[in-house]
């Protein structure tokens, strides 16, 4: 009888984030401000994760940098085991587009085009054909419970309407990982309510998700609460 070989772990197994003692400074004229100060966390596939904590504590500095937005000052970051710390801005750009989608307070949308458009608009991007962008835009929105708006613009939309709308462009690329910064922040809280049930559907769907909040409702929907204060994880980290 031979034994049963081991197996190595299948690298979809590893954490899809991995920080490892991440530290953050700016330099404000001759000040440095330590916006993080050594932070290591895990956030596991299919997680998902609020990050909470008293304004200034570094939240949104952390979630940029998971989302390839800004580079730390020392420390390392791998997002689905590919280090991010220290790309060039061209393959930042390339691989946000293709792994990252991110949904912001104040939604960001082009005011230009329409809803169906501005879900299109990550798909036109990276190539992908016209009809099959067209195609799984409408399927996005319907996703989000906005058949009904796909030709309205942003001024023509509710704030909730414009965020469920941003929701369906960070998914327009099936990205590995959905960021959100004060997703909630913008809407009262019955608008709030239906995003906070949208994300949790998301994740049930199979998402990982990471989103930074002051809305307790939308941070005890989470899977996982991460606690930061001046620039560190104090509790919840890996
Ligand atoms: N570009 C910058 N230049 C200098 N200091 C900055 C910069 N961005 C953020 N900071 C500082 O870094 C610290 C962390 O900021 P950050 O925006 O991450 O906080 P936050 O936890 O997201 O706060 P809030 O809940 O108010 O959004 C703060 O002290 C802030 O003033
Ligand atoms: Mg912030």
Not at 76 to 89: A, F, P
Not at 138 to 162: F, I, K
Not at 163 to 168: D, G, K
Not at 216 to 233: F, S, T, W, Y
Request: net charge negative; charged share 25%.
């Amino acid at each position: 009888m031979t034994e049963p070989t081991q197996t190595p772990a299948a690298p979809d197994e590893r954490p899809i984030v991995s920080l490892r003692d991440v530290r953050r400074d700016y330099a404000l004229g001759a000040e440095r401000v330590h916006a993080l100060q050594g932070v290591t966390l895990d956030v596991e596939r299919g997680d998902y994760v609020a990050i909470v904590g008293p304004s200034g504590c570094g939240k949104s500095t952390l979630l940029n940098l998971i989302g390839v937005i800004d580079q730390p000052t020392s420390g390392t970051v791998e997002i689905g085991g590919k280090r991010v710390d220290d790309m060039s801005d061209w393959e930042a750009t390339s691989f946000r587009l293709y792994n990252i989608g991110f949904v912001f307070q104040r939604f960001y949308l082009m005011p230009i085009l329409s809803a169906l458009e501005n879900v299109a608009l990550p798909m036109a991007e990276a190539k992908v054909p016209r009809e099959e962008r067209r195609e799984r835009a409408a399927q996005l929105l319907a996703y989000v419970g906005l058949s009904n708006r796909e030709r309205h613009r942003p001024s023509e939309l509710s704030g909730g309407e414009q965020q469920r709308v941003a929701i369906a462009r960070a998914l327009a690329n099936r990205p590995t990982l959905v960021l959100a910064d004060e997703p909630t922040g913008e809407l009262d809280a019955h608008t709030g309510a239906e995003i906070i049930s949208l994300f949790q559907r998301l994740n049930a769907d199979g998402t990982t998700i990471v989103v930074v909040t002051h809305d307790e409702g939308l941070a005890d929907a989470a899977r996982r609460k991460i606690h930061m204060r001046d620039g560190k994880v104090v509790d919840g980290s890996a």
